[in-house]
């Protein structure tokens, strides 16, 4: 069995994608991995990507079908399956690709510093411009540089740093140790919106020692999302609004105990709370029908959104 085990969640509508991230796998300096696609009864088959592997790397490369539960059931799916040999979990989305020595730096950091959690830079196009590198962080308070080349940072609390911005952190430049993944899961009910935020919180909160990557580890795709482009007039905002204020609702759960943190969660989502309401009101505008029923659901759960609703109204009328 290999020290690292790839899970690879994979819904694409086009063929190529798949094989251009397991090239970047194969590819890598570090060689002692082994992959699990899992196939998120996608459109596409993966059958015709995999096609192109030579025989070695096809034998390394299990694939796990299933119906389809979004990105982090199917990382779920990838985690229940690790074999027991594995010491790293490293996760990688479909359409990115990782730089050559992703894993090797990963692999030298977490050995030499016994980190269980570890996060490398990435790298994307224009679009992506909200994203920041890890780099950037060595302006935080008690920063501190374990290594300078590669620069390998350890943050003390780090999940409050996150919960301010957590434009740093990227999915595909994830590596976790055994502790981590044979214990912590993604909220699968999340998908989409911030399930990826919260699994992030999850494993900074339990794990002993977080390292942050300065080199790009992996570069930035266009993949498939079923939220990919949505603004507030699109049909789907309302929706990604209410899954993020769920996932926010779950991070206050777990800062319960530290004030400044849920203060600022609490803020994020009193802004997912205004963004739905402003979305609905544009419908209204454009002779369109809100999603009462979403709202009503909404509401069910978080009483506040009502009071928001009223508020804006009465700033509405006011000017």
């Not at 899992?38 to 390394?60: G, I, N, T, W």
């Not at 196009?125 to 780099?135: C, R, V």
Request: aromatic content about 10%.
């Amino acid at each position: 069995m290999a020290a690292f085990t790839i899970i690879i969640p994979f819904y694409q509508r086009q063929d190529g994608i798949l094989s251009r991230a397991l090239a970047s796998v194969f590819s890598q300096s570090f060689k002692d991995v082994d992959v699990i696609v899992v196939d998120d009864q996608s459109p596409r088959s993966p059958d015709a990507d995999l096609a192109r592997l030579s025989e070695k790397d096809r034998a390394r490369v299990t694939v796990i079908a299933q119906p389809n539960a979004g990105p982090g059931g199917a990382r779920n799916t990838g985690l229940d399956h690790v074999p027991e040999a594995t010491r790293y979990v490293a996760f990688l989305d479909s359409d990115d690709v990782w730089t050559p020595d992703h894993l090797a730096n990963a692999a030298n950091a977490m050995e030499a510093f016994g980190g269980d959690c570890y996060w490398a830079s990435i790298e994307g196009g224009e679009e992506f411009d909200y994203h920041f590198g890890i780099a950037a962080l060595v302006r935080e308070d008690g920063a501190r540089r374990l290594l300078d080349k590669p620069l390998i940072l350890e943050v003390p609390d780090l999940a409050g740093v996150m919960l301010k911005n957590w434009a740093f952190l990227h999915m595909s430049c994830m590596v976790i140790g055994r502790p981590l993944f044979e214990k912590v899961r993604f909220d699968a009910a999340l998908r989409l919106a911030a399930e990826d935020v919260l699994f992030f919180c999850d494993c900074i909160i339990a794990a002993k020692q977080v390292l942050l990557c300065a080199e790009p580890g992996a570069l930035r795709g266009e993949g498939i999302n079923i939220f990919h482009g949505v603004d507030n007039a699109s049909p789907e905002f309302l929706k990604q609004q209410f899954i993020t204020w769920m996932a926010l609702d779950l991070l206050e759960s777990r800062f319960s105990r530290r004030p400044q943190e849920v203060a600022t969660i609490k803020a994020h989502k009193n802004t997912a709370r205004k963004q739905a309401i402003w979305s609905q009101i544009g419908l209204l505008r454009r002779r369109k029908t809100p999603d009462f029923r979403l709202l009503a659901r909404w509401a069910a759960r978080d009483p506040r959104l009502l009071q928001s609703a009223l508020q804006l109204a009465a700033g509405r009328f006011s000017r």
